[in-house]
């Protein structure tokens, strides 16, 4: 916790991301741009939603790998049945 130092902060309680419900954004002091409150809200909404997609894509990749894995495994497994069964035959 801060004590004694003011911090602007944005917080969204509507991100529109199923995988958080709100996001807190730390607005740096001292910009060399004055930007209105509407364009970093938007601004803050936007990162928000992106981090939504690339919790989206993670997940997607690690299916792809779990599949990936299942299927060399099952391939490995019967081609040892498969030598097995002609060395027994």
């Known amino acids: 916790m801060i004590k004694g130092c003011k911090k602007n902060i944005?917080?969204?309680?509507n991100t529109g991301c199923p995988y958080f419900e709100e996001a807190y954004f730390i607005v740096?002091?001292?910009g060399e741009?004055?930007?209105?409150?509407?364009?970093?809200?938007?601004?803050?909404?936007?990162?928000?939603?992106?981090?939504?997609?690339?919790f989206k894509e993670k997940n997607k990749r690690a299916k792809m790998f779990r599949l990936s894995y299942f299927l060399y495994g099952a391939s490995l497994c019967s081609l040892i049945f498969g030598i097995i069964a002609i060395l027994l035959s």
């Open 10 to 13: 944005v917080h969204i309680t």
């Open 28 to 30: 740096r002091r001292g």
């Open 33 to 54: 741009i004055d930007i209105s409150e509407d364009d970093i809200v938007k601004e803050a909404s936007k990162i928000a939603n992106l981090t939504g997609d690339a």
